[in-house]
């Protein structure tokens, strides 16, 4: 099978995840693309989706809000992404918490993602991020320490961490698409 993996990262987590579901589609005998969306060009869209049998998208919140590349490449390809197998990544920090209205705030974005776009996932799945010290300035840096702290993280300002479950989204690859 074909698999499109196509994907919208800012600090690179959702690209290291993206990857790594290629990884785990190809052993499974998969033939996988992956698409940085950020790499299209907004007035042309060289996609051709008829060749993909099935389709994962990724993108990561900031500020609660999904990247603008991946709500138009989803607005774009809504049909074609409707009529075949898919699972939309949704990578954010709330995912690690336990806070039920952040988890709740994440079941909204992505219903409103949904209408927004015309694309209804097979699946959606909300991934736990990654605070990525080393690419953020002093003040996204300091903003970050500051979250962490009212969550009562304990982060080292000169480290990235990351809270992704990583044998979780092995076991995800592992028997999608079904």
Known sequence: MTILIAYATTEGQTRKI??????????????????????LDDADDPVDMSRFAAVILAGSLHGMRLQPQLIRFATRHAAALNDRPSLFLMVSLAAAG????????LARIASEFAQISGWTPGQTVQVAGAF?????????????????????????PHADKEYTDWAALAALMARWPA
């Open 98 to 105: 336990t806070d039920p209205q952040e988890h709740k705030d």
């Open 18 to 39: 993206a990857r790594t579901c290629a990884d785990h589609l190809t052993m499974r005998g998969h033939s996988v693309e992956l698409l940085s969306l950020a790499d």
């Open 132 to 156: 990525r010290f080393t690419q953020y300035d002093f003040f996204k840096s300091l903003a970050m320490r500051w979250i962490a702290h009212s969550k009562g993280e304990v982060v080292d």
